[in-house]
C-alpha cells in the first residue's frame, strides 16, 4: 500500500486535508482499513474518487467502529452510492447496534437499489412547479425557489439533489425567461420592528413554574420534545459515547416496561447546605424537561455524607422546591439504596473491578497518585477484608474500596466506600461505611429507571465512569446529559464561605437577604416566578453563564409591577401641618392598589391635619431642576387631591427643619398645576425598614487576581441600612410574612420574618426602575 498521505490523496483528499487526517491516529487508522478493505473488494483500480469520498465521510462520521466493515463492504460494492444514503446508513447503525444487521431493512430504509431516473426527475419538477405556478408568474424569481426543490425532493427521497436543482432551475427559467432589472432589484424591506419592540421581554404570560415567554418561546418550548435534541426513552444508544454492552438491549426493554416510555429525571442534592441561585436553573431543568414533556421527577437527597448532613438542609430544600413551583413525584434518599448498594460493591469485587486498598487519603488526593500497590489482589481477599470495613473492624481512613478504572480527568481508581463512625440521620448506627458520589449516582440513577441525568458542566468528566459501572454490573444504564452552570456576580454560592460569612457575623444566616441563596431571596422578597423567567431568560445553554445581579432584579420588578399592591411609606419622616384644616380633621382617601388598572382594587388610608413626608422631599432653597416642595413651590399630594404651599420651617437648635406648617387647597383649583405629585402618610404604623446594597464590592470576590486579600476582605460596609422608625400607612397593618408592596416612589418591600404584632419589618427587595439622577 502506498505511504499513507498519497494514499489519502488518491482517494479525492486535498493534500491539506490529507496531512489533517494523519494527524488524528484514530481516524486515518480507520481510513486506511477501510481503503484496504474496498480495495479487496473493487481492486485499487476501481476505487475512484467518489468512492474515496464516501469512505472519508463515513469513517469521520461513525461512531461505532464495530460497523467500519459492514459500511465500508456497502459503499464498496456501489449499494451506498450517495451522500443521503450514506447519512441514512449512519443513522441506521447507530439504531441498531447489536448483531446481526438486518440486510433487507437496511437496503429498505437506505434506498440501496432503488433507481431515480432523470425522467422521474423532470415528470416529479413539472408538477411542483404546475402546482405554484400563479404565485411563481406573480413573484417572478423573488419566489421562495426552496420551497420547490424541497418539494420535489419530498417525492424522490432517494434522488440526487443536484440534478432536481438543475431541473428546478431549467423549468423556471423555461416559465419566466431570463432574469429582469426588476428582477435584479432588491426585495424591498419589511417595516422593520421599532427597538422597543424588539427587546427581549420579561413580562408576559406568567405562571407559577415560570413558562416566560422570550422572544416567543418559554421555559417549557425549550424544555420540550426534541428542543434539546435528547435521547428518546429506550433510545440510549443513540447517544454520543454511549456503551452497548451484549445485554443493554435487553435491559433497555426492561426499563421501558417498567416506565411505560415515560421521561423520568431527578434533582438530587446534597442535604448539607442551602440551595443558592444556581439551584435555581437546575430545579427548573429537571422539573421543568420532566414536566414539559409529560414526565416524572424525582427529588432525591445524595445523603452518603453523615457528618455535614442536617435536617433543616432537608426541610429547607423541599420547600425551595415547592416554592419555585414544582411538587417531586416522589422525596427519595441514596440512603434507601444502602443495602443494594452494598450487594452491588460485593458483585463488583467478584467481577474483578474493585478492591480493598490501604492507600491513605493523602496518599489519594490530586491526579497523579501512584497506582495502589493493593491493585491485584486476590478477589476472596477483598471480599474478606469489605465484610471486614461493613463490621467496623477498620478505623476510619484506614482502609477504602476503591474501583478499578481511569476517569476523564486522569483520575485513578476512584474510592468507592469509605468508612465514617457517625451515626446516619436516616438509618443511625446500622452502617460505618457510606458510598462516594463516583459510586452512588450513577446506581441510584439506575435504580429509579431515570432516563436522562441532568448534571452540571463539570461532572462532563464522570460521564465515562458513569457508563462504566453501570456496564461493569449489567444494569440499566441512564445517559448524562451536561448543561452549563449559572453563577452571578457581586456574591459567593460556596457552602464553606458562606459559612464562614455566618461565623465571621457578616450575615446573619444562610437567609441574610444580602445573600444569593434560595431561603435569601425568598426572605428579601424575590417572588419565585422572578427566578424561574430568569431562568428562563438565561435560557437552556450548555455554557455556563455568568449573570450580572441586575438582569434577576429586572426580572423581580417586572413580576412585582403587576403582583405587589401600592401603599405609602416615608423612610426619614418631616412633620407636616397643615394650619388651614381644623384640630379632628378626617378624610378617608381611597388609593389604587395598581394606579394602571383600578378594577384590580383598593384601600382607604386617613388624611389629617398632620402628615409626614420624606425630608428628602423639602428644600429650603430652590435649585435649578428641584420639582418638588421649597418655600417659593408648591408641591401635589398624591391621590390626596392637594396641593400644599410651605408657609413656616420650624427648626431645631441646630438648624435643621423638623416641622413644616402648610396651607392647602384642592389641586382642582389652583391655576397652575404643580411640577411634582409626592407621597405622605397620616395617621401612620411606626415601623423597620432594611435596606440592602451588594454585599461584595467587586464583580468577582474569590478571585485572587480582583480582590488579593480573600474574599472577607471585599466586604461592603454599606451593604445594609437599618431604619428603625419609618412610617407606613394603615393599610398594611394586616400584612403576613412574605406578603410584598410597592412603596410609592420608593422602591418595592417585602415583610420580614422577625416583625412582631407590634412593629413591622421590612425588607427592600428592589429600588424602582428610576433614574437615579432624576431630582
Known amino acids: 500500500m502506498a505511504n499513507p498521505l498519497t494514499l489519502f490523496i488518491s482517494i479525492g483528499l486535498s493534500e491539506q486535508k490529507a496531512k489533517e487526517t494523519l494527524k488524528n491516529e484514530a481516524l486515518s487508522s480507520s481510513l486506511k482499513e477501510a481503503i484496504s478493505q474496498a480495495q479487496n473488494v473493487v481492486g485499487a483500480a476501481g476505487l475512484d474518487r467518489a468512492l474515496g469520498t464516501l469512505l472519508y465521510t463515513m469513517v469521520s462520521r461513525l461512531r461505532d467502529p464495530r460497523r467500519l466493515c459492514f459500511l465500508t463492504d456497502q459503499i464498496a460494492q456501489r449499494k451506498i452510492c450517495t451522500e443521503l444514503q450514506l447519512a441514512a446508513a449512519l443513522e441506521f447503525v447507530k439504531g441498531h447496534p447489536q448483531d446481526p444487521i438486518n440486510q433487507k431493512e437496511f437496503d429498505t430504509l437506505c434506498g440501496v437499489g432503488v433507481v431515480i431516473t432523470p425522467e422521474q426527475i423532470e415528470d416529479k419538477v413539472e408538477q411542483v412547479i404546475k402546482k405554484h405556478k400563479e404565485q411563481l ?49 432588491k426585495k424591498p424591506k ?13 413580562k408576559e404570560e406568567l405562571s407559577l413554574n415560570g413558562e416566560l415567554k422570550i422572544e416567543g418561546r418559554s421555559l417549557m418550548d425549550q424544555l420540550r420534545g426534541a428542543a434539546l435534541n435528547f435521547h428518546k426513552p429506550g433510545e440510549n444508544y443513540k447517544t454520543e459515547g454511549y456503551v452497548v454492552t451484549p445485554k443493554t438491549m435487553d435491559l433497555l426493554k426492561e426499563h421501558l416496561k417498567v416506565t411505560g416510555g415515560q421521561i ?11 440551595l443558592h441561585i444556581g439551584h435555581a436553573k437546575a430545579i427548573n431543568f429537571n422539573f421543568g424537561y420532566a414536566k414539559a414533556n409529560d414526565g416524572i421527577c424525582f427529588l432525591r437527597y445524595d445523603d452518603t455524607n453523615p457528618e455535614k448532613e442536617e435536617e433543616k438542609y432537608f426541610t429547607a430544600i423541599k420547600d425551595m422546591v415547592e416554592w419555585l413551583g414544582y411538587k417531586p413525584f416522589e422525596i427519595t434518599h441514596a440512603s434507601d439504596n444502602f443495602q443494594k448498594l452494598y450487594d452491588l460493591a460485593v458483585e463488583l469485587i467478584k467481577r474483578g473491578h474493585a478492591y480493598v486498598c490501604h492507600q491513605r487519603g493523602e496518599e489519594l488526593k490530586g491526579h497523579n497518585t501512584l497506582p495502589s500497590p493493593w491493585r491485584e489482589r486476590p478477589l476472596e481477599e477483598s471480599l474478606v477484608l469489605f465484610e471486614r470495613m461493613k463490621r467496623g473492624l477498620f478505623a476510619e481512613g484506614e482502609v477504602t474500596l476503591r474501583m478499578k478504572m481511569v476517569m476523564e480527568d486522569g483520575k485513578m481508581d476512584p474510592v468507592a ?40 458542566k463539570e461532572f462532563q468528566a464522570r460521564r465515562s465512569s458513569y457508563f462504566w459501572l453501570c456496564n461493569a454490573l449489567d444494569v440499566y444504564c441512564p445517559v448524562q446529559w451536561e448543561y452549563g452552570r449559572l453563577n452571578l456576580t457581586y456574591t459567593v454560592v460556596s457552602k464553606r464561605k458562606i459559612i464562614k460569612l455566618v461565623e465571621t457575623a ?35 445553554t450548555v455554557a455556563q453563564a455568568t449573570m450580572e445581579p441586575h438582569m434577576l432584579e429586572a426580572c423581580v420588578r417586572d413580576v412585582l409591577n403587576d403582583h405587589a399592591p401600592r401603599a405609602m411609606a416615608v423612610l426619614e419622616p418631616l412633620k407636616v401641618t397643615i394650619t388651614n384644616l381644623p384640630e379632628g380633621t378626617r378624610n378617608d382617601v381611597r388609593v389604587p392598589d395598581f394606579p394602571a388598572n383600578e378594577f384590580m382594587g383598593s384601600h382607604v388610608v386617613p388624611f389629617t391635619r398632620t402628615i409626614f413626608i420624606e425630608q428628602s422631599d423639602f428644600r429650603e432653597v430652590l435649585e435649578k431642576g428641584y420639582k418638588r416642595l421649597t418655600p417659593d413651590q408648591p408641591v401635589g399630594l398624591r391621590h390626596a387631591g392637594y396641593v400644599i404651599s410651605v408657609q413656616k420651617v420650624i427648626k431645631d437648635a441646630e438648624g435643621k427643619p423638623t416641622e413644616l406648617e402648610v396651607h392647602c387647597c384642592s389641586s382642582h383649583g389652583v391655576v397652575e398645576k404643580p411640577k411634582a405629585f409626592i407621597h405622605w402618610v397620616s395617621q401612620p404604623k411606626k415601623c423597620e425598614v432594611r435596606l440592602y446594597e451588594r454585599l461584595f464590592l467587586h464583580k468577582n470576590p474569590e478571585d485572587p487576581s480582583e480582590v488579593p486579600g480573600s474574599f472577607l476582605s471585599d466586604i461592603n460596609p454599606n451593604s445594609l441600612q437599618v431604619i428603625n422608625d419609618a412610617l407606613v400607612d394603615c393599610s398594611v397593618s394586616k400584612a403576613k410574612v412574605f406578603d410584598k408592596f410597592q412603596f410609592e416612589r420608593v422602591g418595592y418591600f417585602a415583610v420580614d420574618p422577625d416583625s412582631t404584632a407590634d412593629k413591622l419589618v421590612f425588607n427592600r427587595t428592589v429600588t424602582l426602575k428610576e433614574d437615579p439622577g432624576k431630582i
Open 137 to 185: 408568474l406573480q413573484e417572478r424569481y423573488r419566489f421562495n425557489m426552496g420551497l420547490l426543490m424541497g418539494e420535489a425532493r419530498g417525492g424522490l427521497m432517494w434522488a440526487d439533489g443536484k440534478m432536481i436543482k438543475n431541473e428546478v432551475d431549467l423549468q423556471v427559467l423555461h416559465l419566466l425567461g431570463p432574469k429582469t432589472e426588476a428582477d435584479l432589484e
Open 190 to 202: 419589511q417595516g422593520q420592528k421599532t427597538k422597543a419592540s424588539a427587546e427581549l421581554t420579561v
Open 264 to 274: 423520568r429525571t431527578r434533582f438530587p442534592p446534597e442535604p448539607n447546605g442551602i
Open 417 to 456: 466506600y469509605r468508612i465514617k463512625y457517625t451515626a446516619h440521620h436516616r438509618t443511625g448506627d446500622q452502617w460505618c461505611i457510606y458510598p462516594t458520589y463516583d459510586y452512588t449516582h450513577c446506581l441510584c440513577d439506575s435504580i429509579e429507571h431515570i432516563t436522562h441525568s441532568l448534571c452540571t
Open 506 to 540: 457578616v450575615v446573619r444566616d444562610w437567609d441574610d437577604p444580602r445573600l444569593f441563596t434560595l431561603t435569601a431571596l425568598r426572605r428579601r422578597g424575590f417572588p419565585p416566578e422572578a427566578i424561574n423567567n430568569f431562568c428562563a431568560k438565561v435560557g437552556v
